[in-house]
T-cell receptor
Framework: DAGVIQSPRHEVTEMGQEVTLRCKPI?????LFWYRQTMMRGLELLIY????????DSGMPEDRFSAKMPNASFSTLKIQPSEPRDSAVYFC???????????FGPGTRLTVL | GENVEQHPSTLSVQEGDSAVIKCTYS??????FPWYKQELGKGPQLIID???NVGEKKDQRIAVTLNKTAKHFSLHITETQPEDSAVYFC????WGGGATNKLIFGTGTLLAVQP
């Protein structure tokens, strides 16, 4: 398996623009997670899905952030409008069950100017 | 909710020495404790994990110990090599309302192995 795939790997945008991050989980994994990593806040969970259904979105910072999983092989994290404080590395991860190894993608480094 | 503390934040050892990283957690219901290694520019990768019904687990040069009474767990790396240099994260699972469950990560330890 190719592992978790994320795109783009790097994104530079201007404040106020819409940003869409994409993730393809490992085939057969029922759980998908979106994390954000910053120096100040470390690695924090934003939202996770089970069988394409959002289960816990308590980590989503505010209404500017939204995530969808239209099918088992694709998920998006959207920020609209983006702000400089959204600059971070965003990781997608997937796992077979909720208490199991999470496999992380390579991340998307987002810079909002 | 769960709180995971990790120490030290940085650790420098000589090649061949041992390295120990310690974590504490607050939620007595936590029952899964993974350790992740993150190399520069990459996503975290699981290196070892332990569940609450086990006190110690070993995989070659890496071992993890768990003390549920004291709510702490530790990562031990023996015979360190330069390729062990990375950031290491501990984590503990946290059960929330409605049977939700998520990993809470420590703040990370930057391990530098000097050749």
């Amino acid at each position: 398996d190719a592992g978790v795939i994320q795109s783009p790997r790097h994104e530079v945008t201007e404040m106020g623009q819409e940003v869409t991050l994409r993730c393809k989980p490992i085939s057969g994994h029922d759980y998908l997670f979106w994390y954000r990593q910053t120096m100040m806040r470390g690695l924090e969970l934003l939202i996770y899905f089970n069988n394409n259904v959002p289960i816990d979105d308590s980590g989503m910072p505010e209404d500017r952030f939204s995530a969808k999983m239209p099918n088992a092989s694709f998920s998006t994290l959207k920020i609209q409008p983006s702000e400089p404080r959204d600059s971070a590395v965003y990781f997608c991860a997937s796992s077979l069950s909720i208490v199991d190894t999470q496999y992380f993608g390579p991340g998307t480094r987002l810079t909002v100017l | 909710g769960e709180n995971v503390e990790q120490h030290p934040s940085t650790l420098s050892v000589q090649e061949g020495d041992s390295a120990v990283i310690k974590c504490t957690y607050s939620d007595s219901a936590s029952n899964y404790f993974p350790w992740y290694k993150q190399e520069l520019g990459k996503g975290p990768q699981l290196i070892i994990d332990i569940r609450s019904n086990v006190g110690e687990k070993k995989d070659q040069r890496i071992a993890v110990t768990l003390n549920k009474t004291a709510k702490h767990f530790s990562l031990h790396i023996t015979e360190t090599q330069p390729e062990d240099s990375a950031v290491y994260f501990c984590a503990a699972n946290s059960w929330g309302g409605g049977a939700t469950n998520k990993l809470i990560f420590g703040t990370g330890t930057l391990l530098a192995v000097q050749p």
